[in-house]
């Protein structure tokens, strides 16, 4: 089985920064892309970072210049860190990465369970 464990949320002011880890454990032959979502109550879960399997990166506009996703192969890790952050950065956030747990499986999406992430002062 392979789980997404995410961390690093909390309370931070605005123009603070935070760093969000997703860890995934389990199974695993290889992490293909991976990304983070946002959710606020009442709106729609909106995808803020991507990051595929060779590095390539993008992000939502409202994010670009801030935000910054990478990921640790060798930790099946991928983080999020969050710079200059904004009132309405926050939000429930959460990862999600596409697995293969066999080299000839197709690859799977995973979701963690979120983190909480609030932005005031």
């Known amino acids: 089985q392979v789980q997404l464990v995410e961390s690093g949320g909390g309370l931070v002011q605005p123009g603070g920064s935070l760093r969000l880890s997703c860890a995934a454990s389990?199974?695993?032959?290889?992490?293909?892309?991976a990304r983070w979502y946002r959710q606020t109550p009442g709106k729609e879960r909106e995808s803020v970072a991507d990051?595929?399997?060779?590095?390539?990166?993008k992000y939502t506009q409202s994010v670009k210049g801030r935000f910054t996703i990478s990921r640790d192969n060798a930790k099946n890790t991928v983080y999020l860190q969050m710079n200059s952050m904004k009132p309405e950065d926050t939000a429930v956030y959460y990862c999600?990465?596409?697995?293969?747990?066999?080299?000839?499986?197709?690859?799977?999406?995973?979701w963690g369970q979120g983190t909480q992430v609030i932005v005031s002062s």
């Open positions: 389990g199974s695993i032959y290889s992490i293909n892309s």
């Open positions: 999600s990465a596409s697995i293969r747990i066999t080299p000839w499986a197709a690859p799977y999406d995973y």
């Open positions: 990051i595929t399997s060779d590095g390539s990166t």
